[in-house]
Every structure is written in C-alpha cells, then in structure tokens.
C-alpha cells in the first residue's frame, strides 16, 4: 500500500536479511504535458475536482534504468489502448489553479485517502477480481499553463519577444502578469505577498541563473525597508521534442536583508576564469573563423548541436559523426545518401562504381552537372567523391572506379580477367574492413551478393537500399556475432533454433544478429539479371521521388541503429511498435521498411535469418573465410546451382517438387 514501510522486519530471526522495494519513478511524457494544458483551457477550465487518469508501467527497461510510471498523451482516455508488455494503472490528478492552492494542499491527506481506497478494495474482495487497483497512484499540479498563456499575451501586447523580469499576482482563479514598472499598486490586495518572474536561460534544476542576481540588488534598493521577501518564479521556456515546455520552471522564495543598501555602488563580480583558472584576460584566436572552411565547419557542427540542444538531449552525435561509410553504387540512391549522411555530419564518404555519368543522370542525381556527361562521362565515384569535397571541404571523400564481381557473371575467359577480379575482390574487403558502415545502393540483385557476404564475414553493419517502380525496401543486414560468441547459432532457420521466435506470428523481439540479409527471403541463388534485356530494360525505372525517400530513410535508419546502446545487434521494431515507447531517442530501429508511393504507405516487417541464404548462412560464410578468391571463383563462373547445391537450396527444391506431387495423387484418388 501507499502507506505501508518499504521494509519488512523478521519477527524471530534477526539474521534474516529486509525485503526492500524499489519505488517508482514518475516519468511523464510530454505529450501528457501539452494534453493536460489543451483540457484545462478548452474543457477544465477554472475547475479543480480531481479527475481519473490512467497509466502504465514496463518490464523491459534495460539494466540500470529506475522502474517508471509513465503518463503520456493518452492518459485522459480510459479507452486508449496500453503500450505491449505494459501494466495499466490508475490514479487521480489534482490539478489546482494557483501556486497557493497548490502549496496549501493537505498532501498526506490526500495521500492517505488514496491508500484507503487500495485498503477498501482489499477488503472488499475487489482487487481480487480486479489487481490493478492494488497500484493506484495520485498525482498533484499547479496550471502553470495559466502563467504561460499571460505571459504570451503581456509579451504580444508589448511588441517583445520575450520579457526579462514581469511581476505576477493571483487573482479570482487566474495568474495577472505585468512590467516591473508597474510595482506600486499592483500587490495592494495580495496581502503583502510578491511574486517576481524572471526569464531564466540557467539549465540547473536547483539554481537561478545569473539575470536573478541584479534584480535582487533592485529590489533591495527600491523595496527593501516594505518588503521582508519576494516569491521568485525561474521562468524556463523551453521545446522538448518539438513541444513547447515550462515545467523546468523553479519556483523559490528569497529573504531580503533586513538593512537597505547604503549609496554606493555594490561589490562587482562576474570576471571568467582563463583557462588556468585565475581571473586574468581570455585569448581568443580568431584566425581560424575566419577561414571560409572553418566557418563551414562550424555552421554544420551547430546545426546538429542545436538538435541536442533544442530536441534531442541524448543524442551521441559522435557515434554518427565518427561513422566511416562505404557506398556501393554512386547513382540515384547514392547520390541521395551522400547528401543525406552529410547533413548528419559524417565526415568519411567512400563511393565505388564503374559507371560514367550519362546525359540523363544530372536531373535525377544531385551530384552531378550538364558539363560532367560530356567527353563521355565522368566516371561517376570520382565525380561524386570531388563533388564533395566542393559542397563542403569539411568531408573526407574518395571515389573507386571498380567493378564488383558477381555471380552469373564468369570470369575465366582469360587470365588477365581473372587477374582483374582477384584485384577488384581484394580491393573491396579492404574497403570494407576499412569503414564501419556498408550501403548497397546497385542496380542489380547479384551486384549485392559479395558486399553481402564480406560484410557478414567480417562483422560490419549493412545498409541495403533497392527500389522499384513505385515501392521501395530499405533494410539492415543482420549483424552476426563475433567468431568467439558464435556458438553456431548465427543463422537460424525457421525450423529449428528459432522455435522460441515463432511463439508470434509477427516475430516480435527479434535481435539483430538473427535478422535475415537482403538474400535470406529468396529462394534462388543470384544470376545475372540483366541477360538477354535491351539497354533500356537494365534502367532501373522509378518515380523521381522514390530514390530520394529511400535514401533518406536508409540514412535515417543507420542514424537509428548507431544511437541504440546495442548498435546493429539491436532488437528490431517492426510496425506494431509504433504505438509503444520507442528504444531510442530517435525512435524506431526497425529491420525493413517497404513503401509503396502509390498509397503513401510505410510498413515495418521483420524476418529472420536463413540457414540457406545464398548470402549470410554459416555455409557460405565458412567455404569464404577458409578458401577466399577460389571460392568466389567457383561462384562467378558457375551456374546458380553451385551456391544452390552448397546451402541445400536444390534439396529444399526437390523436398517441394515431390510434396506437390504428393498433393496431386492425392487429390485425384479423391
């Protein structure tokens, strides 16, 4: 119960350890904030009768995070539905008009009452057949929205923006706010109480800021012989998640002293400490601001801080901004995600193709211009690479104009072709073990099967970007665990090993390194795509906005991935997760996103790894690392049935084959 000790002491045995709780921790999002303000304007109003408001609690939190009641925007609706894997809980709000009701407010009264009721309901049988009354809650506010709304209005009405210092009195239920050169007269039926504002920038929950420490100077001047102290409100405006905010607000009350100020000038302070810690003069070097690539450096470095500082306070910029990345594939798609990873903040952007820039690209890929298609092209991973350099010299980019070898494409015509492709493999792992984040952003399927398999090999987070007309898949490849934590469980298939994960029908909780690849949902090995179709049937034709959503979202997603503590080993939101409390500041770190443009729609799918995957099973990833370039080898110049053969995809065919078979002679005994 409320009331009850959070300690149990054994009656007999004094050396029986105490039972001890762990209390809540109130967590209040602040939608529940900007509802509660939308009710008592429009619907509350002056009224104070307690209201019944719902809650929840989680069990799930990760390890070090205090058990939390959290009230979010749907607090005021008893119908709303309650987060997955969360407990509902009921309680009372008591929200009052004025800070002196609020102060006057008999709390353990109003504590007790709320442990009667859960006492009532014990003996009464009623949280027998109802649990959920065993963990009510109350909850005690004062409308400092009230104070908002004047404050807004007093502001309008004087042309500012934002006053520094305003006086505020109660009266007849509501908060009168005026300028401070209005004092006399203006407390006269407040019975000697005064009430100051100040617009406090200080971020500290238990100190003012330093625009309080002169007007208390004022006051003791002007009205330290009538006054004996002022009631001070810390006024802290703030924006968290896009919601306006000022329940930072402090609310204290200073004694003034008692002798008034003689007519000299007060003590100053405020010198700043120099970098050795005394009061002397602050060198400041201004050279480099003055730098053109300085100051672009630092204009793009505020726009992320003030996303920190402004929205998101827990976002690890660092772990973005430190993110080397790999593009494969340097036309629609890449171009899209190498703006988009520049607005982030990354500084190291690799591209590889072995395109040219054709006359047709520059209107569809932002990277390049009218005068790059002429001579026959720009080879379009240098381009890109310099281009760059040219939008913002603060990036470090490099362009390679390879190819990559692919399945259904032999090389074995000559030895100068196989040459060739043992240098284009050896010079791909080496880039990829040289970056942290690998975007496969090509036009074909089987162009992304050995950056697949590399990435899985060598542990690095995969960003697979691929489009079609109007639709679109973005996805993370699961990130297998490393060698030592293996335990040879790294791809499960969906008949064994995984039978813990199909208790859902959605596969909820899945964690990433049993996610499926780009190639774990096929059931054919990759072939060459692209033969016996003209020029034109190997564009990739989409709607011009397509590539650019896509690439944003194949951005936005590795940003997500890289906030969670877990990183690629993250367990996967899919779409049923968009109502529940998101795993990270961001949101969501899903597996897939699959759009289609003809609806606007989005959804969030979720799949588990193959033991057959052509791609990332432990077959292939085992005959790679013991026999590197012969393998590969064998894949290129063989027929798909190789790599079907390998993973037991041709068996899984015939175990088919013979199950429709079955089927058939069956229904026609019937």
Same mark, same amino acid.
């Given at each position: 119960?409320?009331?009850?000790?959070?300690?149990?002491?054994?009656?007999?045995? *004094?050396?029986?350890?105490?039972?001890?709780?762990?209390?809540?921790?109130?967590? @209040?999002?602040?939608?529940?904030?900007?509802?509660?303000?939308?009710?008592?304007?429009?619907?509350?109003?002056?009224?104070?009768? *307690?209201?019944?408001?719902?809650?929840?609690?989680?069990?799930?939190?990760?390890?070090?995070?205090?058990?939390?009641?959290? +009230? $979010?925007?749907?607090?005021?609706?008893?119908?709303?539905?309650?987060?997955?894997?969360? !407990?509902?809980?009921?309680?009372?709000?008591?929200?009052? &008009?004025?800070?002196?009701?609020?102060?006057?407010?008999?709390?353990?009264?109003?504590?007790?009452?709320?442990?009667? #009721?859960?006492?009532?309901?014990?003996?009464?049988?009623?949280?027998?057949?109802?649990?959920?009354?065993?963990?009510?809650?109350?909850? +005690?506010?004062?409308?400092?929205?009230?104070?908002?709304?004047?404050?807004?209005?007093? !502001?309008?009405?004087?042309?500012?923006?934002?006053?520094?210092?305003?006086?505020?009195?109660?009266?007849?239920?509501?908060?009168?706010?005026?300028?401070?050169?209005?004092?006399?007269?203006?407390?006269?039926?407040?019975?000697?109480?005064?009430?100051?504002?100040?617009?406090? *920038?200080?971020? @500290?929950?238990?100190?003012?800021?330093?625009?309080?420490?002169?007007?208390?100077?004022?006051?003791?001047?002007?009205?330290?012989?009538?006054?004996?102290?002022? #009631?001070?409100? /810390?006024?802290?405006?703030?924006?968290?998640?896009?919601?306006?905010?000022?329940?930072?607000?402090?609310?204290?009350?200073?004694?003034?002293?008692?002798?008034?100020?003689?007519?000299?000038?007060?003590?100053?302070?405020?010198?700043?400490?120099?970098?050795?810690?005394?009061?002397?003069?602050?060198? =400041?070097?201004?050279?480099?601001?003055?730098?053109?690539?300085?100051?672009? $450096?630092?204009?793009?470095? @505020?726009?992320?801080?003030?996303? !920190?500082?402004?929205?998101?306070?827990?976002?690890?910029?660092?772990?973005?901004?430190?993110?080397?990345?790999?593009?494969?594939?340097?036309?629609?798609?890449?171009?899209?995600?190498?703006?988009?990873?520049?607005?982030?903040?990354?500084?190291?952007?690799?591209?590889?193709? &072995?395109?040219?820039?054709?006359?047709?690209?520059?209107?569809?890929?932002?990277?390049?211009?009218?005068?790059?298609?002429?001579?026959?092209?720009?080879?379009?991973?240098?381009?890109?690479?310099?281009?760059?350099?040219?939008?913002?010299?603060?990036?470090?980019?490099?362009?390679?104009?390879?190819?990559?070898?692919?399945?259904?494409? *032999?090389?074995?015509?000559?030895?100068?072709?196989?040459?060739?492709?043992?240098?284009?493999?050896?010079?791909?792992?080496?880039?990829?073990? %040289?970056?942290?984040?690998?975007?496969?952003?090509?036009?074909?399927?089987?162009?992304?099967?050995?950056?697949?398999?590399?990435?899985?090999?060598?542990?690095?987070?995969?960003?697979?970007?691929?489009?079609?007309?109007?639709?679109?898949?973005?996805?993370?490849?699961?990130?297998?665990?490393?060698?030592?934590?293996?335990?040879?469980?790294?791809?499960?298939?969906?008949?064994?090993?995984?039978?813990?994960?199909?208790?859902?029908?959605?596969?909820?909780?899945?964690?990433?390194?049993?996610?499926? /690849?780009?190639?774990?949902?096929?059931?054919?090995?990759?072939?060459?795509?692209?033969?016996?179709?003209?020029?034109?049937?190997?564009?990739?034709?989409?709607?011009?906005?397509?590539?650019?959503?896509?690439? %944003?979202? %194949?951005?936005?997603?590795?940003?997500?991935?890289?906030?969670?503590?877990?990183?690629?080993?993250?367990? %996967?939101?899919?779409?049923?997760?968009?109502?529940?409390?998101?795993?990270?500041?961001?949101?969501?770190?899903?597996?897939?996103?699959?759009?289609?443009?003809?609806?606007?729609?989005?959804?969030?799918?979720?799949?588990?790894?193959?033991?057959?995957?052509?791609?990332?099973?432990?077959? =292939?990833?085992?005959?790679? $690392?013991?026999?590197?370039?012969?393998?590969?080898?064998?894949?290129?110049?063989?027929?798909?049935?190789?790599?079907?053969?390998?993973?037991?995809?041709?068996?899984?065919?015939? $175990?088919?084959?013979?199950?429709?078979?079955?089927?058939?002679?069956?229904? #026609?005994?019937?």
């Amino acid at each position: 119960m409320a009331t009850a000790s959070n300690e149990v002491h054994h009656p007999v045995d *004094p050396g029986i350890s105490k039972l001890q709780f762990a209390p809540f921790s109130s967590a @209040l999002d602040a939608g529940f904030w900007h509802e509660l303000t939308q009710k008592k304007l429009n619907e509350y109003r002056l009224d104070e009768t *307690p209201k019944v408001i719902k809650g929840y609690y989680y069990n799930g939190d990760p390890l070090g995070l205090p058990a939390r009641l959290t +009230l $979010e925007f749907s607090a005021f609706d008893m119908n709303a539905s309650i987060p997955a894997r969360c !407990c509902p809980a009921f309680g009372t709000l008591y929200n009052t &008009n004025t800070f002196e009701t609020f102060k006057s407010c008999d709390k353990k009264s109003l504590l007790e009452k709320e442990a009667n #009721e859960i006492w009532e309901s014990i003996k009464s049988g009623a949280a027998l057949e109802n649990p959920m009354l065993l963990n009510r809650f109350l909850l +005690l506010t004062f409308a400092i929205q009230a104070l908002q709304k004047a404050y807004d209005e007093l !502001c309008q009405k004087e042309g500012v923006t934002a006053l520094p210092y305003f006086l505020i009195k109660y009266h007849d239920n509501s908060v009168v706010i005026s300028l401070l050169k209005k004092w006399d007269g203006f407390f006269q039926d407040q019975g000697g109480k005064v009430t100051v504002g100040v617009y406090d *920038p200080c971020n @500290l929950s238990h100190y003012p800021g330093w625009p309080l420490r002169n007007f208390l100077i004022l006051a003791a001047h002007k009205w330290g012989s009538i006054l004996q102290s002022v #009631e001070v409100i /810390c006024f802290r405006d703030r924006t968290m998640q896009g919601v306006r905010d000022i329940t930072h607000s402090i609310i204290f009350e200073i004694k003034l002293p008692e002798r008034v100020l003689g007519p000299g000038c007060p003590k100053a302070v405020g010198w700043e400490k120099n970098p050795k810690g005394g009061m002397g003069p602050r060198m =400041v070097n201004l050279s480099e601001c003055m730098d053109p690539k300085r100051l672009a $450096e630092s204009s793009v470095d @505020l726009n992320l801080k003030l996303m !920190c500082w402004r929205l998101v306070p827990t976002l690890d910029l660092e772990k973005i901004v430190s993110a080397k990345c790999l593009l494969l594939g340097a036309g629609t798609l890449g171009c899209s995600v190498a703006r988009t990873l520049m607005g982030w903040g990354v500084r190291k952007i690799t591209f590889v193709d &072995n395109a040219k820039i054709s006359y047709s690209n520059p209107v569809r890929q932002p990277l390049y211009e009218f005068e790059d298609c002429l001579s026959g092209g720009k080879p379009k991973a240098l381009a890109a690479a310099d281009r760059l350099q040219k939008i913002f010299p603060g990036v470090s980019s490099e362009g390679y104009n390879m190819s990559i070898p692919m399945p259904g494409h *032999p090389v074995n015509f000559s030895e100068v072709t196989m040459a060739q492709a043992r240098k284009d493999v050896a010079k791909l792992e080496a880039l990829i073990d %040289a970056h942290d984040v690998v975007f496969l952003l090509m036009d074909t399927r089987e162009s992304r099967w050995l950056p697949a398999v590399i990435a899985a090999s060598k542990r690095k987070l995969v960003i697979n970007a691929a489009l079609g007309f109007d639709t679109f898949v973005v996805m993370r490849h699961g990130l297998k665990k490393p060698k030592q934590q293996e335990s040879g469980d790294s791809c499960l298939n969906n008949a064994s090993g995984s039978s813990d994960l199909l208790g859902s029908s959605l596969f909820s909780n899945i964690p990433g390194y049993k996610l499926g /690849c780009y190639f774990c949902n096929d059931v054919v090995a990759p072939g060459d795509s692209t033969r016996d179709r003209t020029l034109d049937q190997q564009c990739t034709v989409s709607r011009p906005g397509l590539a650019m959503i896509a690439g %944003a979202l %194949a951005v936005e997603l590795m940003v997500s991935v890289l906030q969670h503590p877990e990183g690629g080993y993250a367990v %996967a939101s899919s779409s049923d997760d968009r109502m529940n409390e998101p795993p990270t500041s961001l949101g969501l770190v899903p597996h897939q996103i699959r759009g289609f443009l003809s609806r606007f729609d989005n959804v969030l799918p979720v799949s588990l790894a193959f033991d057959k995957c052509t791609a990332c099973s432990m077959k =292939v990833l085992d005959q790679y $690392e013991r026999e590197g370039f012969n393998f590969l080898a064998k894949v290129f110049n063989s027929s798909h049935s190789f790599l079907e053969d390998l993973t037991g995809l041709t068996l899984l065919h015939q $175990e088919t084959q013979a199950a429709e078979i079955w089927d058939m002679s069956d229904d #026609e005994t019937v």
